[in-house]
């Protein structure tokens, strides 16, 4: 029964069941263990663990499928015509990843007339650095070499007037510095928003509203650039603590990082011998904060009305399946 309706349901979508569980498996740790209730390395070690066991998959589910399905269906809840729902990889949704600013130690030039322009809120000398961060934690696109004092809003919109661009029907995740559009997808402002916020509720899973549960499931997305960019000056301490060369080489330096990170991704993932950066999160704008609406547009008009729109139709779905669980 379980093959039988997973296949009806996922028909015309992109990933076939195997190909899902994959992707959502190379997901933020915290996602997977929302959805699962185990980390990634141990939903693969429950699966070897019950083939050493004598479990046969039958048909032609694969071992990855049998143990997530069962795992949302404990988990969640969830009905088995509802298995097939899920917020990253709908069809109704199409995200791509998340987009966010850091912050990185700069020195500009010497002769720099306006070097207090690279100092942040918080006082600090800094490069803000906006990156484009898939669900496999990889960077797609960074900018680097804006001063520190840049709101990431303003960064966003001058990487999209030299050529940036979002396949139609796609969207990126966004915190709340940034305007809500159909290409730029934020959370719901004045509503609880930050993981550690829920994790502190008792029961975790108790929303006030329907904006609250959006913004959970938005917030635990979207945590892929942070984490992404704690691993980043985790395993690079160069992004940490920046030597004074020339502000080019600086700005390049950060750029290599990435691709390095890429890389070890691709041919060493799960290996870890550093210690993950836990301040990532906390030098970007705040998204609580509301910024002026000059600084904030990504663009207005449609853009911001289809933005809302979708972020509406998202929000209930999002609630109408947990009210039918």
Not at 206 to 220: D, I, P, T, V
């Amino acid at each position: 029964m379980c093959a039988a309706d997973s296949r009806e349901l996922k028909r015309g979508r992109r990933l076939s069941g195997a190909e899902y569980i994959r992707e959502t498996l190379r997901g933020s740790d915290s996602y997977v263990q929302e959805i699962y209730r185990l980390t990634p390395g141990n939903f693969r070690l429950l699966g070897d663990e019950l083939l050493a066991r004598g479990l046969q998959t039958g048909g032609d589910l694969i071992i990855e499928e049998h143990v997530g399905m069962f795992l949302q269906l404990v988990a969640q809840g969830s009905p088995i015509r509802k298995l097939c729902f899920d917020f990253q990889h709908s069809e109704e949704t199409d995200a791509l990843g998340a987009i966010d600013g850091t912050h990185i130690p700069a020195f500009p030039e010497r002769d720099e007339p306006f070097k207090e322009r690279w100092r942040n809120r918080k006082g600090n000398m800094t490069q803000n650095v906006m990156a484009v961060v898939d669900f496999n934690g990889n960077f797609r696109a960074v900018v680097a070499g804006w001063e520190g004092s840049a709101h990431d809003s303003l960064v966003l919109r001058r990487t999209i007037d030299a050529g940036f661009t979002v396949p139609e029907g796609r969207y990126y995740l966004v915190d709340g510095g940034y305007a809500n559009t159909h290409q730029f997808l934020a959370p719901y402002r004045g509503k609880t928003y930050h993981l550690a916020q829920f994790q502190q509720r008792r029961p975790r899973n108790r929303y006030e509203n329907a904006e609250e549960l959006y913004n959970h499931r938005h917030a635990q997305l979207r945590n892929v650039v942070e984490k992404a960019f704690g691993i980043l000056k985790g395993r690079f301490r160069i992004l940490k603590d920046m030597h004074r060369y020339k502000y080019s080489f600086q700005t390049n330096l950060v750029i290599a990082c990435c691709v390095l990170h890429n890389f070890i991704n691709r041919h060493q993932r799960g290996q870890v011998d550093f210690e993950e950066d836990a301040t990532s999160s906390d030098d970007s704008d705040d998204p609580d904060n509301d910024v002026p609406s000059t600084s904030a547009n990504v663009s207005g008009g449609t853009d911001a009305q289809r933005g809302g729109a979708l972020r509406d139709n998202i929000r209930d779905k999002l609630w109408n399946a947990r009210r039918t669980n």
